[in-house]
């Protein structure tokens, strides 16, 4: 611990271990603590929280950070807490009126688990809200777990099939390449398709966003159009915007002939702030080939496909179906690195000379902001919290 004296002027980040299951990421790798010592921080961490990202707490201490045992002691130093996932309520409670919070809060989806933060004055920065613009590419953890996840989930497919992904031509006659099917052409769905292709698959893509045939195209595979009538699909920031039934069903019919022939589907498909879209009904999975699998990405906000359930794995005439809802905590090493640096530029952003200094009319800190002083700070959740109470 520093001294007494200097705790009053040096900031102090802290990170824990992370608590959920199956979690191995950590908030904070040892690279990017030095660069925050740089910045005149002092940072403790828990002990053990990098192990599962394969950091020993001398890796930590190698670098100017200093490791406690004690997670209450912890909290109460900590003048921001910076984590992967929302606290628990009780380590919100630990933590000092005033003290910064910054990881993905899940704001839009769980708004009432903040309300802990709000009631202990705490000023609460989401990850999941930084804002999709030049100046904060490098804080946009959004997209570094979606493209792991877009990866692996090409991988577990490719594993779970009864089949090999490429060509092969061999003495014993040919082998055709699988068939891979990704609907959403997002960040995970572009790098889905980026990897089945690497291993020589051949893929098709769907998505609402007419914007996204193209890059979809520029990876060598095929886009599947659906006529929408000249809908509006997607909002001012370039996400796509909630579908009428109408609108969906269209997609749906689609999607169900090409499942068909399909031998790994990978669905990606989100709405910020709502219920994923249902793109496969069971009609769909049912026109699937044995042996087949589907790996729904969108497990945590209501699954793509009606029959997957989270992190459980349902088979149903042969048909695979899987819907991890954490995979870039499969790949620790890598996920903590693209994080830990994302969580860092945007502390950057926070700490000058040494001192914390939150400038709420900055276009990145402001936007990002969940909760402070007391207040809701961002509206879209704020107009959520009233809803559930009217
Ligand atoms: P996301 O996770 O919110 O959604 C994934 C994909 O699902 C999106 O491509 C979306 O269009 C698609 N989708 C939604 N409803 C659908 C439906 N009914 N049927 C089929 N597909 C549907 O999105 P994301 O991966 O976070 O990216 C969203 C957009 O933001 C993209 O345009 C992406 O290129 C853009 N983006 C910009 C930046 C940047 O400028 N810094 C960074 C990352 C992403």
Redo the contacts with the bound molecule.
């Keep these: 611990m520093p001294p007494a004296a200097q705790l009053s002027f040096i900031i102090a980040p802290v990170v824990l271990n992370e608590t959920g299951d199956g979690e191995a990421r950590v908030a904070l790798m040892p690279e990017s603590v030095q660069k925050l010592v740089e910045a005149k921080a002092f940072v403790s961490l828990e002990s053990g929280a990098g192990l599962g990202a394969a950091r020993t707490d001398e890796d930590y201490t190698a670098v100017g950070a200093s490791v406690v045992k004690d997670r209450k002691a912890l909290l109460e130093l900590a003048d921001v807490l910076v984590v992967v996932n929302r606290p628990a309520p009780k380590d919100f409670n630990g933590l000092k009126k005033g003290a910064v919070v910054l990881g993905f809060l899940r704001p839009l989806d769980e708004p009432a688990k903040l309300v802990p933060a709000l009631e202990n004055g705490l000023t609460t920065f989401s990850m999941e809200l930084v804002p999709?613009?030049?100046r904060?590419?490098a804080m946009?953890a959004?997209?570094s777990m979606?493209t792991i996840a877009g990866y692996k989930a090409v991988l577990l497919g490719a594993n779970r099939i009864p089949r090999m992904f490429p060509l092969l031509m061999t003495a014993a006659g040919t082998v055709p390449p699988a068939r891979v099917l990704v609907?959403?052409?997002?960040?995970?769905?572009?790098q889905a398709i980026a990897t089945a292709r690497r291993l020589g698959a051949v893929v098709e893509a769907?998505?609402?966003?007419a914007?996204?045939g193209e890059?979809v195209r520029s990876l060598g595979a095929t886009f599947l159009e659906v006529d929408l009538g000249g809908l509006q699909?997607?909002d001012k920031?370039?996400?796509?915007?909630?579908?009428s039934e109408e609108?969906?069903k269209r997609?749906r019919d689609l999607i169900a002939e090409r499942a068909k022939t399909a031998d790994v589907i990978i669905t990606?498909?989100?709405?910020?702030g709502r219920r994923?879209?249902v793109?496969m009904d069971e009609a769909a999975v049912n026109g699937m080939r044995r042996g087949a699998v589907v790996i729904d990405l969108a497990g945590l906000t209501g699954g793509?496909v009606t029959l997957s359930k989270p992190d459980e794995i349902v088979e149903r005439d042969g048909v695979t179906i899987m819907a991890p809802t954490n995979l870039p905590a499969t790949v620790p090493v890598h996920a903590s690195q693209l994080y830990s640096r994302n969580v860092t530029a945007f502390l950057k952003l926070l700490i000058k000379d040494g001192t914390l200094h939150l400038d709420m009319n900055d276009d990145v800190v402001g936007p990002s902001c969940v909760t402070h002083e007391g207040k809701w700070a961002n509206q879209r959740v704020a107009a959520a919290i009233d809803a559930m109470v009217k």
């Design positions: 999709r613009i030049t904060a590419q946009d959004l997209s979606a609907l959403g052409a997002g960040v995970a769905g572009l769907y998505d609402v966003r914007a996204a890059q699909t997607e920031g370039g996400y796509a915007v909630e579908l609108a969906l997609g990606t498909a989100q709405v910020p994923a879209p793109l793509n």
